[in-house]
């Protein structure tokens, strides 16, 4: 996926489970103040991304750091590469000596 | 103590024939049946009953998301139908809010729906990984009246009894007699439910359930009638505002009608069969305290679901009690039986039979069971002056409660 695409799947997905206009989906949103989330949508919010991207988040301590919709695009985005490199690493390790 | 006088400024419903009383009312004259063939029940191996009395489809989003997502269809019915009540009632979020004004409301059970959403996924994972958040609020026992109270806003008491079929009469009953010992002024009674095609499997296995209608779905069920086969579960809510009159008087609102009397006892014979006896003490005991005599009542709304037993063992009571004179009919024929809320939406239906001078008879009633009790059955919608009227709750649990309304407030 590419960055734009990763970032179009969190906001259709934060539209579709919390009701959101295309409009009030800026990154500089506060998801409290601007988007009317709470600390029960919030349970819900890692639910959402966990079936988006198919990743275990609940555990995550940058989790909590979360406040606007542009942290969840960059946790996101910084999430997906970490996993990208680590696949690359086991990638690299499973293909042996090649003599 | 002196006890207050308590009356009803407010109805509200959502009902298999509309939503709201308009369309509840011109629906029961037209003689409008809300029971349809419901796919959802193919899906269940060996059920013989594939009828269902259902609410219109409402999404709810008028009630923001913040409310509704703690909601299964049960509170959005109860919560659409307080918001009519209310405005009928003239009463505001101030009235809701301050404390003197509270909620009774009860389902059958919590929202099956839910739960089987919730165990499709832990049945195979184990894991509460998709466990969302207000799961709980969808499924807790006071979901009903506990969300209408958030959504509202309101602070009184909010209490959430559950008895089966007889909820409606008993939160009615209830409000009753907590506006009357002075705890609250108003109260929002009644009930709701959701279809799910469990409810109808549970008639179905007791050999309850109707199952030979089943191609001609508006002709069950049919209460009192001889080729009667059983109950068609349905859905949606009934509220009533109950106030003390004094209240009433004071903000200057109109009066549907006051409540003069409610009993409610069990019977420990059997969980699920009825007894007219107990029946009976229940309409006598109600009427003593409406302090009025079985001639003085104008109309008996049944609880009459056109089960085998449980018409003929109405009638014996309500013959013992009234003779053969008084009019009866259930309206089960219309709107299917919708548990919880059925006694709310029937009295509601009542009360505005009161006002409205027009006695709904029993749909689908064609030929009257033999083994039923003489009692006057009408056919048609009669124009007529109806100043009292006896609404009956019956349930398995061997629950029954009786209302006893009358039109105005002359002593």
Known sequence: MTDREIIETINKAMQDEFELSPGAMRPEAQLTTDLGLDSLDFVDMVIVLQNAFHMKIRDEKAIREIRTLGDIHQFVLNKHRELAAKSDQTTTDNRGPTT | ?411
């Open chain 2, 1 to 411: 103590m002196t006890l207050r006088r308590v009356v009803v400024t407010g109805l509200g419903v959502v009902s298999p024939i509309g939503r709201g009383m308009p369309a509840l009312m011109d629906g029961l004259v037209a003689g409008k049946s809300g029971v349809v063939n419901a796919p959802a029940l193919s899906v269940i191996k060996d059920i013989r009953s594939r009828v269902a009395a259902l609410a219109p489809d409402l999404d709810g989003r008028e009630i923001p998301r913040h409310f509704r997502r703690s909601m299964s269809k049960m509170s959005i019915y109860a919560t659409l139908a307080c918001q009519e009540a209310l405005l009928q009632a003239g009463l505001t979020a101030e009235h809701c809010a301050g404390g003197r004004l509270g909620v009774v409301i009860g389902s059958t059970i919590q929202s099956t729906d839910a739960i089987e959403g919730f165990f499709r996924d832990y049945l195979t994972t184990h894991a509460i990984e998709q466990m969302r958040s207000t799961l709980f609020f969808q499924i807790m026992n006071h979901s009903c009246a506990a969300n209408v109270a958030q959504t509202l806003g309101i602070t009184g008491r909010t209490v959430a009894p559950a008895a089966a079929c007889a909820t409606g009469g008993q939160t009615v009953g209830f409000g009753y007699e907590w506006i009357a010992s002075g705890k609250q002024d108003m109260m929002l009674c009644g009930g709701a439910d959701e279809f799910h095609p469990l409810a109808t499997a549970v008639f179905d296995v007791v050999n309850a359930a109707s199952t030979r209608y089943n191609d001609r779905p508006t002709m069950t069920p049919r209460p009192f009638d001889r080729q009667r086969d059983g109950v068609v579960c349905g859905e949606g809510g009934g509220i009533v505002v109950l106030e003390a009159l004094d209240s009433a008087r004071a903000r200057g609102v109109p009066v549907l009608a006051e409540l003069l009397g409610f009993a409610t006892v069990s019977t420990p014979d059997s969980i699920s069969n009825p007894s007219a006896g107990s029946m009976e003490e229940c309409m006598r005991l109600a009427l003593e305290e409406a302090k009025l005599r079985p001639e003085q009542v104008d109309y008996v709304n049944a609880h009459a679901t056109a089960t085998e037993l449980g018409d003929i063992a109405e009638s014996a009571a309500i013959h013992r009690v009234f003779g053969h004179s008084v009019p009866v009919s259930s309206l089960k024929g219309h709107l299917g039986h919708t548990m919880a809320a059925s006694g709310a939406i029937e009295l509601a239906a009542t009360i505005a039979m009161l006002n409205g001078g027009r006695l709904i008879p029993t749909l689908n009633l064609d030929e009257v069971e033999p083994q039923c009790a003489p009692l006057r059955l009408p056919r048609q919608v009669e124009s007529v002056s109806l100043r009292t009227a006896v609404k009956n709750c019956f349930a398995f649990g061997g629950i029954n409660s009786t209302l006893v309304i009358r039109r105005d407030t002359r002593d």
